[in-house]
């Protein structure tokens, strides 16, 4: 299993991004895609996840009302969008996957088992 996440990148404050995870290597699709994100000197923490195979979606409290969470099946794609973004979001951003659904514990780095290599989002004027 292989994920590589993309669309980071340096945006003003209240401005958006969509960031992209594409997945590959897994035998059936069910399976749920997690996104983390890490600010320097702090706990990384879960944001959203997406179980695959029916679409539910979980965010944490700071990510509620600003992101979104997505999947292309067809293209093994799971997207993240932020809007009104603020200098806090700035983060390098993970996505990971196990097997299954999102389930309680969704926000749990311990849950999952595969990772992507991260991309750095930048907030500021």
């Known amino acids: 299993v292989q994920l590589q996440a993309s669309g980071g990148g340096l945006v003003q404050p209240g401005g958006s991004l969509r960031l992209t995870c594409a997945a590959s290597?897994?035998?059936?699709?069910?399976?749920?895609i997690g996104w983390f994100r890490q600010a320097p000197g702090k706990e990384r923490e879960g944001v959203s996840c997406?179980?695959?195979?029916?679409?539910?979606?979980y965010y944490s409290d700071s990510a509620k009302g600003r992101f979104s969470i997505s999947r292309d099946n067809a293209k093994n794609t799971v997207f993240l969008e932020i809007n009104s973004l603020k200098p806090e979001d700035t983060a390098v951003y993970y996505c990971?996957?196990?097997?299954?659904?999102?389930?309680?514990?969704?926000?749990?780095?311990?849950?999952?088992?595969?990772w992507g290599q991260g991309t750095l989002v930048t907030v500021s004027s």
């Open positions: 290597g897994f035998i059936s699709g069910y399976y749920a």
């Open positions: 997406i179980s695959v195979s029916d679409g539910t979606t």
């Open positions: 990971a996957t196990h097997s299954g659904w999102c389930g309680n514990s969704w926000y749990s780095r311990w849950e999952y088992d595969y």
